[in-house]
Antibody
């Protein structure tokens, strides 16, 4: 079964750090760009970051540039998002998504998401 | 960044009737060299992640029922559900993938009248 499973969410104080993980299975992970997309409570979807197949190219939305780092371990079929200096507006469900990389990205497979709450 | 807008915000449709959702981009997402529109549609049911329905503005993803269709070009696009079923209650998002960052519309909530 083709699947993405996120973990690592939770409650963190403003200014704190958190590392999200995404375990991929059922497809050739190394063949795909991967992304994180988030959704604030009751709100729409926002692309956060993407990484290419060998981890040598990363792109970020401006609001997380310098605070978040996307990475991957192809030997473990895993994707990560290291988040630091977290703010209240980072509160969201974070989805791991498989990317169809063209001029930009669209997302053909999504995980169930992990909730990150930034609050004191 | 390309700004995506959708209308209406919410839509109530009777079972078996047609639902039409509009999406507009702030600049064209038609790439002339290949004549493709870089526009996707997603469905998000309550408590679930989004699901890809359509890409290239009109190509259905594998397994998506043929009552879902996409149309349009340039800056104006439409998602049509030809005969609404109970399981189609969801929020629908359009997304451009012509340029980075990829951007989504605000969503259209479809419910049963």
């Amino acid at each position: 079964e083709v699947r993405l499973v996120e973990s690592g969410g939770g409650l963190v104080q403003p200014g704190g750090s958190l590392r999200l993980s995404c375990a991929a299975s059922g497809f050739t992970f190394i063949s795909y760009w991967m992304s994180w997309v988030r959704q604030a409570p009751g709100k729409g979807l926002e692309w956060v970051a993407s990484i290419n197949q060998d981890g040598s190219e990363m792109h970020y939305v401006d609001s997380v540039e310098g605070r978040f780092t996307i990475s991957r371990d192809n030997a473990e079929n895993s994707l990560y998002l290291q988040m630091s200096n977290l703010r209240s507006d980072d509160t969201a469900v974070y989805y791991c998504a498989r990317v169809m990389r063209l001029r930009s990205y669209y997302f053909d497979l999504w995980g169930q998401g992990t909730l990150v709450t930034v609050s004191s | 960044d390309i700004v995506m807008t959708q209308s209406p915000d919410s839509l109530a449709v009777s079972l078996g009737e047609r639902a039409t959702i509009n999406c507009k981009s702030s600049q064209s997402v038609l790439y002339s060299p290949n004549n493709h529109n870089y526009l996707a549609w997603y469905q998000q049911k309550p408590g679930q992640p989004p699901k890809l329905l359509i890409y290239w503005a009109s190509t259905r993803e594998s397994g998506v029922p043929d009552r879902f269709s996409g149309s349009g070009s340039g800056t104006d696009f439409t998602l049509t559900i030809s005969s609404l079923q109970a399981e189609d209650v969801a929020v629908y998002y359009c997304q451009q993938y012509d340029s980075v960052p990829p951007t989504f519309g605000p969503g259209t909530k479809v419910h049963i009248k």
